[in-house]
């Protein structure tokens, strides 16, 4: 098997990273546990998951100008958030603008900003800390 790993490693900011992986996988008559299998159960618990299966949740993206877009995230009603935050994954974006409402409507505002030639597209990590989830979410 071989495929591309791309991630990002945030803390204050957001350092994007990708590598290149290949690995060998042993075919026999049975199936059998790996040795690395609750390694890769424990991870992919802790993998951002995409829009399409966060139920309720609404994504809306406006162009504001050709380099600048407004994206705007709203939790569906009754999901208890203690707190919103994007980090964009092109560090050819800047967050020029993030605003979090909380409350009875809560959602997250943020204007985003390319500082290279074309169009402001690309994806990012929206932090939701309702206990500390993770979504991967891209826009186009």
Do not use: N
């Not at 909380?102 to 943020?110: D, K, M, Q």
Request: charged share 20%; net charge positive.
């Amino acid at each position: 098997l071989q495929g591309e790993v791309r991630w990002l490693a945030c803390r204050e900011i957001c350092v994007p990273g990708r590598q290149k992986v290949q690995l060998s996988v042993k075919v026999g008559q049975r199936p059998e546990a790996s040795a690395y299998a609750e390694t890769f159960r424990r991870f992919e618990a802790l993998a951002p998951l995409r829009p399409s299966v966060l139920s309720g949740w609404q994504f809306q993206v406006k162009a504001l100008a050709s380099h600048v877009r407004l994206l705007e995230v709203r939790p569906p009603r009754g999901e208890t958030v203690m707190g919103l935050e994007w980090f964009p994954e092109d560090p050819r974006l800047r967050v020029t603008g993030q605003t979090t409402e909380l409350g009875a409507v809560s959602r997250l505002r943020i204007v985003l900003e390319s500082l290279g030639d074309g169009p402001t597209t690309g994806s990012g990590v929206l932090q939701v800390q309702t206990p500390g989830r993770v979504f991967y979410v891209q826009f186009p």
